[in-house]
């Protein structure tokens, strides 16, 4: 499946979630995303996404927190998936855009590209919901009772490779920031 296809589905069962946006698909989340002002797009730490994501879920657990990580970023950082794993926050989806290049550097494939198994790699580290899909149809038939789960929940969401389009670029700092307080500012999560 395209990035897109994979993006237009997940934002069909988003509502308050706080979506942690990989960098190389962000022209894709800014298309589609019903929730603009909770997306933190997430570029110049590859490899933190998850940890950031971590955090964020353990800090605000009345909020949802969605991570779209890349697989060359979370590749930088495997031992985030065991500390994931350890806290068990049960307000956290860690997903990886599976697409076997490094999308943010102009699509150099990644080491492992087509062999390593990232679900089964989070599972060795304990998650005990991990999910794969690789094509558009399974995925919008099953992703909606999967994300009802309480977390943690890890997903493979396998794409085709995607190159980074540069698109109204904010510091993640700032994003942070911003999203922050848009959670603090809605009745809904007060």
């Known amino acids: 499946m395209t990035m897109r296809q994979a993006v237009e589905i997940l934002q069909q069962h988003r509502t308050d979630q706080v979506m942690i946006v990989p960098f190389t698909g962000y ?3 800014q298309g589609v995303s019903t929730r603009p002002e909770l997306d933190i797009p997430f570029y110049g730490a590859m490899g933190k996404a998850g940890s950031t994501g971590l955090g964020l879920a353990l800090a605000r657990p009345d909020v949802t927190v969605w991570v779209a ?5 979370l590749l930088m950082n495997l031992g985030s998936l065991v500390t994931t794993a350890q806290m068990k926050p049960r307000n ?6 599976e697409n076997g290049v490094y999308g943010t550097t102009g699509g150099q494939p990644i ?10 790699v989070a599972r060795a580290a304990g998650f005990e919901r991990t999910y794969v899909f690789d094509d558009a149809a399974t995925m919008e ?5 999967i994300l009802r789960q309480e977390g943690p929940i ?3 969401l396998k794409v085709e490779p995607a190159v980074a389009r540069t698109r109204n670029r904010k510091p993640t700092k700032d994003a942070i920031r911003d999203v922050m307080a848009a959670i603090n500012r809605s009745p809904a999560m007060a």
Do not use: C, Q, Y
């Open 92 to 97: 956290l989806v860690h997903m990886v855009l």
């Open 27 to 29: 022209a894709e989340w």
């Open 111 to 120: 080491p492992g590209a087509g062999v390593v198994d990232f679900a089964a």
């Open 69 to 73: 990580d890349g697989d060359g970023s």
């Open 154 to 156: 890890f997903i493979t």
């Open 141 to 145: 038939r099953e992703i909606g009772a």
